[in-house]
T-cell receptor, first 109, second 117 residues
Framework: DAKTTQPTSMDCAEGRAANLPCNHS???????VYWYRQIHSQGPQYIIH???NNETNEMASLIITEDRKSSTLILPHATLRDTAVYYC??????????FGKGTLLTVNP | GAVVSQHPSRVICKSGTSVKIECRSL??????MFWYRQFPKQSLMLMAT?????????EQGVEKDKFLINHASLTLSTLTVTSAHPEDSSFYIC?????????????FGPGTRLTVT
């Protein structure tokens, strides 16, 4: 069973920031928070990961709460091409990824 | 980022035949490869983990004699679906990771859609 909880779907206006929440209240000390996304009928794409500090890369920012029980993925300026299913996944040292149902983000023009 | 390819992208086969799917890491050496299966409107399910030169480790409920995995080189893993049946029709996706790239990133192939008639 996936150890994360995400909303089933979200909408965002093009050009605005998309904030995708994820709850992972049972996270272990050695588990990282990973975010992937899957555009329809394609393989998942890595977005970002973090342990306890906030992270930023060219695609997104990851905000992890101090108690590590939840996190938020931020796409700063969403485009239509960001429409996809976004998965929040916990993984430890074995790097096995267990995919939950994810959040379907729809970016509207 | 690192590139993973799969071949074929689509395959249709008759019930009872076997199908081989290839997964290649194009610009890095993949010490570990993973195979997933995704049914329509469902999430990815991990089938097995393979390390180069070792036998694959299968997830609970996955038949190792039906889904043969070979990871004979650092750039190639194959999944053979033996005696395929219509219920094996699915989207099969591989991923790869390596110490050569960020050890925390796993790169996915584009997937192979298998249809068994």
């Amino acid at each position: 069973d996936a150890k994360t909880t995400q909303p089933t779907s979200m909408d965002c206006a093009e050009g605005r920031a998309a904030n995708l929440p994820c709850n992972h209240s049972t996270i272990s000390g050695n588990e990282y928070v990973y975010w992937y996304r899957q555009i329809h009928s394609q393989g998942p794409q890595y977005i970002i990961h973090g342990l306890k500090n906030n992270e930023t890369n060219e695609m997104a920012s990851l905000i992890i709460t101090e108690d590590r029980k939840s996190s938020t993925l931020i796409l700063p300026h969403a485009t239509l091409r960001d429409t996809a299913v976004y998965y929040c996944i916990l993984a430890g040292s074995n790097y096995k990824l267990t995919f939950g149902k994810g959040t379907l983000l729809t970016v509207n023009p | 980022g690192a590139v993973v390819s799969q071949h074929p992208s689509r395959v249709i086969c008759k019930s009872g035949t076997s199908v081989k799917i290839e997964c290649r890491s194009l610009d890095f050496q993949a010490t570990t490869m993973f195979w997933y299966r995704q049914f329509p409107k469902q999430s990815l399910m991990l089938m097995a983990t393979s390390n180069e030169g070792s036998k694959a480790t299968y997830e609970q409920g996955v038949e190792k004699d039906k889904f043969l995995i070979n990871h004979a080189s650092l750039t190639l893993s194959t999944l053979t679906v033996t005696s395929a049946h219509p219920e094996d029709s699915s989207f099969y996706i591989c991923s790869a990771r390596s110490w050569g790239v960020s050890s925390y990133e796993q790169y996915f192939g584009p997937g192979t859609r298998l249809t068994v008639t």
